[in-house]
C-alpha cells in the first residue's frame, strides 16, 4: 500500500515562503497522480493543488494560484509544494496523497500532515 508523508511546514511571517516534501514508500510513485489538500482549524479539507503522474500538467485552486507551485522528483520518489507570498490565511495542516487527476478526487490514504502557521 502506498504510503506519503509529509514535511517541511512550520511557522513563517506574512510574505514568507516555505517548501513542502511528500516522501512515497513504494515503487510505485510515478504511475499516480498526487495532490495537495490543507485542513484549518473547525474548516473542511480543501484542494490546493495537483500534479499528472509525469509533472506535465499541474492544478492549483484559486486561492493559492500565482504564490504556490507543485512539483515532483519521480527518480526521488517525492513531490512538493513550494509556497511563497504566504498569508494567514494560508495557516492550515497540510496534506498530500494520491489523486483522480482529472477531478481532483483523493484516492489515497491520509498521512499526519504537516503544520504550516502564517503569522501576520
Known amino acids: 500500500q502506498v504510503q506519503l508523508a509529509e514535511s517541511g511546514g512550520g511557522l513563517v511571517q506574512a510574505g514568507g515562503s516555505l517548501r513542502l516534501s511528500c516522501a512515497a514508500s513504494?515503487?510505485?510513485?510515478?504511475?499516480?497522480?498526487m495532490g495537495w489538500f490543507r485542513q484549518a482549524p473547525e474548516k473542511a479539507r480543501e484542494f490546493v493543488a495537483a500534479i499528472n503522474w509525469s509533472g506535465d500538467n499541474t492544478a492549483y485552486a484559486d486561492s493559492v494560484k500565482g504564490r504556490f507551485t507543485i512539483s515532483r522528483d519521480n527518480a526521488k520518489n517525492t513531490g512538493y509544494l513550494q509556497m511563497n507570498s504566504l498569508k494567514p490565511e494560508d495557516t492550515a495542516v497540510y496534506s498530500c496523497t494520491r489523486v483522480r487527476y482529472i477531478d481532483r478526487t483523493p484516492t489515497g490514504s491520509w498521512g499526519q500532515g504537516t503544520q504550516v502557521t502564517v503569522s501576520s
Open positions: 513504494g515503487r510505485t510513485f510515478s504511475t499516480y497522480a
